[in-house]
């Protein structure tokens, strides 16, 4: 959902299963994006680049409050992207792609801070005031934030689940060309997916607010619940066919 998602290195596939939680990832990031555009001040969870020319749409425009919103959003993104990367390293070029035990622990984290969303959602009754609102899309964010660290290593750097802007250019581009669309296929997975969670998000929070913080939690739960497989496959020794190696912690 912003640019720079680079395509993923050929020396670096992922299982079919892999591509199943990043695809859920992705509808959770998307979730989160709709949910935040509706009812959290109209800024986003996850992208970034959106919430940096809204704040600079308030400036020019003199709103405090979306100013605010913004702000929030972008720290809270920063926050969570330094902690996942202190959790779960960095990218390299050494480094095998693969869903280790660390990034399991960040995608824990970010799991306790969307419950702690979906509680603060239900205490708001589904229509958050301005203090509740900055308090949820910080713990919105910053969850993102921590879900971007891990994927980039998980899927080494080649898969994003929250700046699709890349993935989309890598889409078109395949097609403009005259390739095969399968070429990209997980790239078009990802942004369906993205789009999925906030239909379904979206539709929760105009049709039954309540319910909104379930598309969420759902995806992700799914997605954590798929990439503890991936951690036991790799370290049973014997790989399914197409598995991913996961490096030891």
Do not use: C
């Not at 670096?12 to 994006?33: E, I, K, Q, Y």
């Not at 940096?52 to 992207?81: C, K």
């Not at 750097?157 to 078109?172: I, N, Q, R, W």
């Amino acid at each position: 959902m912003e640019n720079g998602s680079p395509s993923r290195p050929a020396d670096h596939p992922l299982s079919a299963r892999h591509h199943v939680a990043v695809m859920l990832l992705a509808m959770n990031s998307g979730a989160l994006d709709a949910i935040g555009f509706l009812a959290l001040g109209g800024v986003f969870a996850s992208v970034m680049t959106g919430n940096v020319v809204l704040l600079g749409v308030s400036a020019g425009t003199r709103n405090g409050l979306l100013a605010a919103h913004a702000v929030v959003a972008i720290s809270g993104y920063v926050i969570g992207v330094t902690a996942g990367v202190r959790v779960v390293g960095d990218r390299s070029p050494t480094r095998a792609a693969g869903w280790s035990t660390r990034v399991n622990v960040v995608l824990v984290i970010e799991l306790g801070l969307v419950v702690a969303f979906a509680i603060g959602w239900e205490f708001a009754r589904g229509k958050p005031t301005t203090p509740s609102q900055l308090a949820l899309i910080g713990m919105a964010a910053t969850a993102m934030g921590l879900q971007s660290a891990a994927v980039r290593v998980s899927t080494g750097a080649g898969v994003s689940t929250t700046y699709l802007t890349g993935t989309l250019t890598d889409v078109v581009a395949t097609l403009a060309s005259g390739r095969a669309l399968r070429l990209e296929w997980t790239g078009v997975a990802v942004l369906a997916a993205a789009l999925l969670g906030a239909v379904l998000a979206g539709t929760a929070v105009v049709e039954w607010s309540a319910a909104a913080p379930i598309v969420p939690l759902g995806a992700l739960i799914g997605g954590l619940a798929i990439g503890r497989t991936l951690i036991t496959v790799a370290r049973g020794g014997s790989p399914s066919s197409g598995a991913t190696r996961t490096e030891s912690d």
